[in-house]
């Protein structure tokens, strides 16, 4: 056992060498700045990142722990904008009544990643930052049209999260950039939403397909809606033949079921070791199906 610890403790002493908690952005980013000749990595939950240190992926010199400045931690609304902030982590979504009332898909999808530590520890912030097409959150921000909050020493800016993933794992992040937030518009009367997914067990699977919908229905038809699917391209898809084949319809479970089938022309599935991409493809139907059938149920409820 004790052979095991020294094994342990050698092997995160490699992984970097010093280690800061910064109090507030402006000191997080002041660190970054005074070491540009140094691979500094931002951590808060570290559930990704600590793997991705042990496994050699990526590498550290420096990490600066961002996880308790104040105006990172709030889940907030201003008017119909509601702001998270990017060390809020899944727990804190689940039990959200903010997030129960006005984005609830995100309430669904925190409650299905990992066991109880994983959704105690992961952030939204990490979610975004490790840009997996397999991140459950990340369809449902997608759904919700969102938009990332990103901040330097100088200056702060804000783009949609769709043009901010630029490929597998890769961001439009600027070098002295942290990730502070993402808001989105609250859902309005007579919206809904939903999240599904299909692993290779019930509970604390990776995504095998994703699907995150919000659809709004006024006067009987649908007004909006946005479909957005996980783990079947490189990047998080928002199905624009099945949005496309919805918009001024009557909802039904028919309509629903010609929406999955449209959805899979707008995928790419590989197969890898949770599954094919023939079953990806089978699979996507169902689940777009269910989902939208779900956020109908829900328009009444707005949530």
Partial sequence: MWMKFAQDRRLV????????????IEEALSLLLKSVDRKVRFIAGGTDLMLQLRERIVEADML????????MKQIS???????IGAVVS????RQSDLLKKNGFLLVEASKLIGATQIQNMGTIGGNIGNASPAGDILPCLYALDAEIALQSADKKRSMPLRRFITGYRQLDLQPGE???GISFEALQPGMGSSFVKFGARQAQAISIVSVAAVLQVQ??????VAI??????????????????LLSEQ??????????????DDISPIDDIRGSAAFRRYITQPLVSQALETAWRRTQKQI
Avoid: N
Wanted: aromatic residues 6%; glycine residues 6%; charged residues 20%.
């Fill in 13 to 24: 002493q490699m992984m970097y060498k010093t280690y800061h908690v910064a109090q507030s």
């Fill in 64 to 71: 600066v722990d961002i996880s308790v400045i104040p105006e």
């Fill in 77 to 83: 609304q201003d008017g119909s904008k509601i702001s």
């Fill in 90 to 93: 899944y727990s804190e979504m």
């Fill in 178 to 180: 942290l990730i502070s």
């Fill in 219 to 224: 006067a009987g038809k649908i007004s909006r």
């Fill in 228 to 245: 957005a699917l996980g783990s079947v391209a490189p990047t998080i898809v928002r199905s624009s033949s099945a949005e496309e084949l």
């Fill in 251 to 264: 909802p039904s479970p028919d309509l629903f079921e010609k929406a999955g089938e449209a959805a899979r």
